[in-house]
């Protein structure tokens, strides 16, 4: 099956620092990434829909200034937590759409969990 | 305002034996319902899918009922695996739209 992989997997960082979290399709290509939040015994949250070379387009109460993804190629998108704090703390994941695919053919990746000092 | 829900948070059954995970949904306006498998720190697994035009998708061991006028389905298991111990989430697929919406998620563990 399709492959997405995750970088890095489990990240620790001070207060204030940005951090970058990659997800890459290793063998399809997606014109749309998705990014998810996971709170402990909590469903997954969509935080942002990342399409290909467009802006992505952000759930209601997600700030974007906070939360920047960029989508530069077929097989990549980035989600940078910028000036992280402990509340920011949580498991990040990403689920690409195969671009050959039927719609609801999303492929996760296997998380990163980020936690702030 | 929680548009799947999954009200067992958990569910524990013998090697074996069925397991049944329910999930219910509040909008009639879902294309498809998957079931989803995640481990502990890990991304969650494509399990099985109905269409909202079907009432039954069987994979294996794996099988999706789907109810409409309850707005209603579940996951069956059968025979049960040790294997299977996880946190599965069902999850909607509004029509015209690939935006997943996922319930709360049920641990289930099968024990020996």
């Known amino acids: 099956g399709a492959v997405v992989s995750q970088h890095p997997s489990r990240v620790i960082c001070k207060s204030g620092t940005s951090v970058k979290i990659e997800c890459r399709s290793l063998?399809?290509?997606?014109?749309?990434m998705f990014w998810y939040r996971q709170f402990p015994k909590k469903s997954l949250m969509l935080m942002a829909t990342s399409n290909e070379g467009s802006k992505a387009t952000y759930e209601q109460g997600v700030e974007k200034d906070k939360f920047l993804i960029n989508h530069a190629s077929l097989t990549l998108s980035t989600l940078t937590v910028t000036s992280a704090h402990p509340e920011d703390s949580s498991f990040y994941i990403c689920?690409?759409?195969?671009?050959?695919?039927?719609?609801?053919?999303?492929?996760f990746g296997p998380g990163t969990r980020l936690l702030v000092l | 305002d929680q548009q799947v829900k999954q009200n067992s948070p958990s569910l524990s059954v013998q090697e074996g034996r069925i397991s049944i995970l329910n999930c219910d949904y509040t909008?009639?306006?879902?294309?498809?319902f998957l079931w989803y498998k995640k481990y502990p720190a890990e991304g969650p697994t494509f399990l099985i899918s109905?269409?909202?035009?079907?009432d039954k998708n069987e994979d294996g061991r794996f099988t999706v009922f789907l109810n409409k006028s309850a707005k209603h389905l579940s996951l069956h298991i059968v025979p049960s695996q040790p294997g299977d111990s996880a946190v599965y989430f069902c999850a909607a697929l509004p029509f015209n739209t690939d935006k997943l919406i996922f319930g709360t998620g049920t641990r289930l563990q099968v024990f020996p």
């Open positions: 689920s690409a759409r195969d671009r050959a695919g039927i719609t609801w053919t999303q492929y």
């Open positions: 063998d399809f290509q997606a014109t749309t």
């Open positions: 109905i269409s909202s035009i079907k």
């Open positions: 909008n009639s306006m879902f294309d498809y």
